[in-house]
């Protein structure tokens, strides 16, 4: 259509949510596309978050008949969604998992999301992308691992999922230099702190990149700046999938499958070739026929669904005979500082998601520890807020003091490029679930350049918030980010699948999440996972239709 924006051509989502006020078009749920099971569909795809969401709606605009199958509900922000801490549990995976290690990661509100949209639902929107050197570290620094791909194939989509997101922020000087579709937003108290100390020290930060609507964008509103991302956006001004990817995967005739766990990838041992999912929905067992299946449930997710679906073939599991599944998960150092002033800065009348620096980013010679890390600002709600204070050791009387002087607190948090190293990895346990499937176990120890990263972080944004003016600083140890599991590697002995996502075991078999990264920079992931989905799905169009990538 002549003079049609860009983006909407070829993503229409944000044009498809409706311009009354309320937040989900029931009508194109209702009139969704629905496959039965006995369909032999073209692709089914397990999970329906970040990685999942982009590849479903890629192919779907591709003719393809494709459904994604989600183990959580179909969110409706209106009904589902409450502007309020404790009210917000339901978002997260909460499963049981096993944690083990030398230094376990606590699983549930901090790791992973529950429902179409993924994890994004609750994420905090900033949306940087990895540095070239990210893709190389095995080759520059000696550590981590190289991708099979390089930074350059990956930014043709880095860029066509900023602009669908669409990402704001001030143009960014590090790693590849580039601007961002929607301009800065402004800052609020926490980000003021974070730009003053920062200046102070002759350290660069800036505004953004966030993944927050800056300006009306299609039918979605402007952000309203009371700092509830963390909560699902009630307003529709962040981007998850659910509302960037999802409405126009429906409009061009895919299905989603919400409330369907999946439990097995079935495998036709004769032909070595995936055929479908079993699933359970509703407490009914099931089983889609696909010619193709993708994984994208997670960095824990999928490494224990392959590992649930062992057969006669691969009796450790599917993709498995290299012993591979699971190793190299990932978490980032994220120490958290809080700074008090005298002044109010009232942290939570803003996005989280502010301001951050990325001058450490790189391996710094000066430095004992190859690698670096990021610093963002993150402004806990009150809740949080508490768990920070008691993780110090507060309690009763003194909890209370902090907490009656929370509007007086800013609080940054680092990102620390932790290694990817194969003893942290997914395997099954003994408990089983309630669809009596064993639960994951996450073995996590850090190594000394980890700890080592961690503790220079802690430095820096100490130094910062003293600088900005703070009278007192704490800092509480804590990780973000799971990613790994199911590597990209340029051979089966190093990883499940190679440069296109497709697994070295089965021909047809695909995964599209956070499990494919070999390495996770000090960047939040998900603008890297919708990427790398892009990516895959473009190779899978083009081989489809006779080409190749
Ligand atoms: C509190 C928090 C804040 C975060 N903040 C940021 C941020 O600011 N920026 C950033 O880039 N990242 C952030 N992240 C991380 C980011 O959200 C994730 O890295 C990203 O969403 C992962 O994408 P994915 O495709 O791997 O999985 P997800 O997006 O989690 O999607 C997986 C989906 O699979 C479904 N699923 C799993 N197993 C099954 C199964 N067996 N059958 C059917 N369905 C299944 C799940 O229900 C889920 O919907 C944050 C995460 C958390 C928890
Ligand atoms: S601060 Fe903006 S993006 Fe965050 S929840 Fe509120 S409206 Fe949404």
């Known amino acids: 259509m002549p003079g049609q924006n860009p983006v909407r051509a070829r993503n229409e989502s944000a044009w498809l949510l409706p311009n009354d006020g309320t937040r989900t078009n029931h009508r194109l749920r209702r009139d969704m596309r629905q496959f039965a099971d006995e369909d032999e569909i073209d692709l089914v795809i397990v999970g329906c978050g970040a990685g999942g969401s982009v590849l479903l709606q890629r192919l779907a605009r591709d003719s393809w008949k494709v459904a994604a199958l989600d183990a959580g509900p179909f969110w409706d922000p209106d009904a589902d969604w409450v502007s309020d801490e404790a009210g917000s549990h339901h978002l997260y995976w909460t499963d049981p998992r096993v944690i083990t290690g030398t230094d376990p990661v606590p699983m549930g509100s901090n790791n992973s999301g529950r429902g179409v949209g993924g994890s994004m639902v609750h994420y905090a929107g900033y949306t940087p992308r990895f ?90 509103p402007h952000c309203i700046y009371r700092g509830f991302c963390l909560q699902g956006c009630k307003v529709n001004a ?28 079935a495998v036709d041992e004769r032909t070595g070739r995936a055929t ?87 391996t710094d010679p000066a430095r004992d520890a190859k690698r670096g890390f990021s610093i963002q600002t993150v402004s806990p709600l009150p809740i949080t807020w508490a768990e920070h204070i008691a993780a110090q050791g507060h309690w009763g009387r003194a909890l209370r003091e902090y907490m ?72 509480i140890q804590r990780y973000a980010h799971l ?35 070999p390495t996770q920079g000090s960047a939040n992931p998900a603008l890297t996972i919708m990427a790398v989905a892009a990516r895959t799905a473009d190779h899978l169009a083009a081989r489809a239709s006779g080409g190749t990538t």
């Open 404 to 475: 009656s002087d929370y509007v007086h607190w800013s609080c940054l948090g680092a990102l620390c490029e932790f290694l990817p190293l194969p003893e942290n990895r997914v395997t099954l346990a003994e408990e089983k679930d309630r669809y009596g499937l064993p639960v994951a176990r996450i073995s996590y120890s850090q190594c000394d350049n980890d700890r080592a990263l961690a503790r220079a972080a802690q430095s820096v944004m100490e130094d910062i918030l003293h600088a900005a003016g703070a009278d007192q600083v704490i800092t």
């Open 238 to 265: 962040k981007a998850s999938p659910l509302i960037t990817h999802v409405p126009d995967a429906l409009a061009h005739g895919a299905e989603v499958r919400p409330d369907a766990m999946v439990t097995r990838i």
């Open 276 to 362: 479908g999912v079993h699933y359970v929905s509703h407490g009914r067992e099931r089983f889609q026929k696909a010619r193709m299946v993708a994984v994208a449930g997670y960095s824990i997710e999928t490494p224990r669904l392959l590992l649930n679906s062992a057969c006669g073939r691969f009796p450790d599991g599917l993709c498995n005979d290299f012993d591979q599944v699971g190793r190299y998960l990932m978490v980032q150092g994220a120490p958290q500082t809080a700074g008090r002033f005298d002044a109010e800065v009232r942290m939570y009348k803003a996005p989280p998601p502010e301001v951050s620096t990325e001058q450490f980013y790189e």
């Open 131 to 220: 540095h070239p050197s990210d893709f190389m570290t095995r080759t520059l620094d000696g550590v981590g691992a190289d991708w099979p791909i390089s930074y350059p194939e990956l930014r043709p989509y880095y860029q066509a999922i900023e602009e669908e997101l669409p990402v704001a922020g001030e143009r960014w000087p590090w790693g590849d230099p580039h601007g961002y579709p929607h301009r800065p937003h402004p800052v609020g108290g926490n980000g003021e702190v974070f730009l003053r100390g920062a200046a102070r020290l002759g350290i660069t930060a800036k505004a953004g990149p966030v993944a927050i609507a800056n300006g009306r964008f299609g039918n979605r």
């Open 483 to 517: 990613v790994g599991g199911a590597r990209m590697a340029a051979d089966e002995r190093h990883g499940v699948v190679d440069r296109h996502g497709r697994s070295f075991a089965l021909p047809n078999l695909y995964i599209t999440d956070g499990s494919v990264l």
